[in-house]
């Protein structure tokens, strides 16, 4: 059970249990976090994965080149830490496109034979 839920489940105005003895006996958590409210993303985080969404149809821009691109070409204020803490939380990874090497491949026109 997450902490969201215990926190749901705690009755205020209970006639016999006071705050104090449900969070220490039902559900084992500090009466401090009875209070704490999550702040959520700011509104500028939150148009910064817009637009990222709106960039990657395929991801292939990694944390660093979305930086420069959020930068310099649309003109926001960013740090590659934001970038990459967004990257996290859409679960976004990057998919590296590159051609295989075929240097374990055979060219058939490099065969040798030795004139004796």
């Not at 749901?8 to 704490?36: D, T």
């Given at each position: 059970?997450?902490?969201?839920?215990?926190?749901?489940?705690?009755?205020?105005?209970?006639?016999?249990?006071?705050?104090?003895?449900?969070?220490?006996?039902?559900?084992?958590?500090?009466?401090?976090?009875?209070?704490?409210?999550?702040?959520?993303?700011?509104?500028?985080?939150?148009?910064?994965?817009?637009?990222?969404?709106?960039?990657?149809?395929?991801?292939?821009?990694?944390?660093?080149?979305?930086?420069?691109?959020?930068?310099?070409?649309?003109?926001?204020?960013?740090?590659i830490?934001?970038i990459?803490?967004?990257?996290?939380?859409?679960?976004?990874?990057?998919?590296?496109?590159?051609?295989?090497?075929?240097?374990?491949?055979?060219?058939?026109?490099?065969?040798?034979t030795?004139?004796?």
């Open positions: 059970m997450s902490s969201t839920q215990k926190r749901q489940k705690v009755v205020k105005s209970h006639p016999k249990l006071s705050l104090n003895k449900q969070c220490k006996l039902l559900l084992e958590i500090n009466r401090s976090g009875l209070y704490y409210k999550t702040k959520g993303e700011s509104l500028l985080s939150l148009t910064l994965m817009k637009e990222i969404n709106k960039h990657l149809a395929p991801p292939c821009y990694g944390v660093e080149r979305m930086t420069d691109y959020l930068k310099l070409d649309l003109g926001y204020n960013v740090n830490k934001r990459r803490r967004l990257y996290r939380l859409m679960r976004l990874q990057t998919i590296y496109i590159y051609m295989k090497s075929k240097t374990t491949i055979r060219d058939e026109t490099s065969i040798y030795l004139i004796y």
